[in-house]
């Protein structure tokens, strides 16, 4: 497996975990949008930041763009 591929599943777990717990604290007070929502909240935008940032390849990250 790919070290990159790896990074990108941590990436998208930690979001997920994250997500859960804002998401966790929201439900304990009784507010909309809860876990499941904040967590494909969260999981969604690190996806699309990870597909950004791979669709402009290695240049993105040396910031030379």
Known sequence: MDYTLISYFLR???ACVLG???GL???L???NA???TNMLVCVG???FT???ISA???HALDGNC
């Open 34 to 36: 809860g876990i499941r």
């Open 50 to 52: 990870i597909v950004s």
């Open 20 to 22: 859960g717990m804002i």
């Open 45 to 47: 935008a690190a996806l």
């Open 12 to 14: 998208l777990i930690l």
């Open 56 to 58: 402009q390849g290695a």
């Open 25 to 27: 604290e929201r439900d």
């Open 29 to 31: 007070h009784g507010r």
